[in-house]
């Protein structure tokens, strides 16, 4: 069986010996070359041709998010970020994932630690995973100023009176989310629920960077709290994101979906259940089919369901699962997604107090 081969990027040299000796163990996977720095690596990936490349963040000479915009340019191959947890690396860590790296993803802490096993063998499982992903050459996606929408505006939506969005995503979500929620108007007229498979630690710090980048109010969800127009509710971390049909936030530690928690079906059959026909969920890219069978809800509710399209996902998992299941109202790459949202504006259900 061909082994996964790996580069690894660190500017520490005790972080890239334990790497290393986490990835070896696994007889599925082979350390080809190592990096201390962002250049270095840029140069190591023109000759290695690695099959993934796990980058550090903060390092000297080159960064990690400069890196991994000059690999994705020069030399593109799949990018886990791999960084210690504290808010300025998880913050340079999503701007590399807007870059072009997959997904980001914490250092396996103390190895004397009860759960270090767990958590070199989840590095290793997400390595050889992320590894499978086509990535293309291209550059990192700009954000749109404030309120800007692009200029494509397609009428998929005309008519509904939606009064929710909720959102499913993974692989490749976080650059997603945050391209729509850059686009998205102040004045957006409908809560936003979001469900996006994250590394633990993550997911905080995942809120506050797109807070920072939209003009909507992005938070982590609230037990019990009401649902407010403009504001963009992410699911926190080992649990389920949901409303109630009084259409209050609902958080579960209800059993895993699919291997997730949160997952997007009970938050979609949830919002099915609470808004029946003023409904829209957006499923976007991801491996695996997250989400797929709570867009059922959604249809038979008859809310209306958009798919990204296999154009712009990074990964086409359950988008495509998705449309081949026939659950899909509209197939949109990702700026029509962005239009699409944003005509909500002039067509979403006037009541803003989200009464039936």
């Known amino acids: 069986m061909k082994k996964v081969r790996v580069l690894v990027v660190d500017d520490s040299a005790t972080s890239r010996l334990l790497l290393v000796a986490i990835l070896r163990a696994d007889p599925e996977i082979e350390v080809v070359g190592q990096a201390a720095d962002g250049l270095e690596a840029v140069d190591l990936v023109k000759r290695l041709q ?25 030399s593109p191959t799949p990018i886990l970020i791999t960084t210690g947890i504290d808010p300025r690396a998880v913050s340079v860590s999503l ?18 630690a009860p759960a270090f ?18 990535v293309v050459r291209h550059l990192a996606m700009e954000p749109h100023r404030h309120g800007a929408v692009p200029s494509s505006k397609p009428a998929a939506l005309q008519g509904v009176a939606a009064q929710v969005v909720a959102i499913a995503a993974s692989t490749g979500g976080p650059a997603a989310l945050h ?36 003009p909507l109010r992005v938070k982590l969800a609230e037990e019990g709290e009401e649902l407010r127009p403009g504001t963009v509710y992410i699911a926190r971390e080992d649990r389920h994101l949901g409303v109630d049909l009084s259409r209050k936030i609902r958080l579960s530690i209800a059993p895993e ?17 609470a808004f029946t026909r003023h409904a829209v969920a957006v499923i976007l890219t991801g491996m695996g089919r997250d989400g797929v069978d709570g867009l059922r809800a959604i ?49 979403a259900d006037p009541r803003r107090e989200l009464t039936r």
């Not at 690695?50 to 020069?74: H, N, S, Y």
């Not at 701007?95 to 004397?112: F, N, Q, S, T």
């Open 117 to 134: 096993d767990e958590e070199a063998r989840e590095l290793a499982r997400q390595v050889k995973a992320m590894s499978r992903v086509k």
């Open 95 to 112: 701007e590399a994932v807007r870059a072009g790296a997959l997904a980001v993803h914490p250092k396996p802490g103390d190895p004397r």
């Open 179 to 214: 391209l729509i929620l850059t686009a998205l108007p102040a004045d957006f007229p409908v809560p936003i629920l979001v469900v996006q498979h994250i590394s633990r630690g993550f997911t905080a710090g995942f809120a506050s960077w797109l807070d920072q980048a939209s």
């Open 299 to 347: 249809r038979k509710a008859g809310g209306r369901t958009i798919a990204e399209s296999e154009a712009t996902a990074v990964v086409y998992g359950m988008p495509g699962a998705a449309v081949e299941a026939g659950l899909a109202d509209f197939v949109l790459p990702l700026d029509q997604v962005c239009a699409t949202l944003a005509g909500l504006v002039e067509t």
């Open 50 to 74: 690695p099959d993934i490349v796990t980058m550090d963040v903060q390092m000297p000479k080159l960064d990690g998010f400069a890196a991994t915009k000059r690999i994705m340019v020069e």
């Open 257 to 273: 979906v699919g291997g997730f928690r949160p997952s997007g079906t009970p938050l979609f059959e949830s919002v099915a259940a």
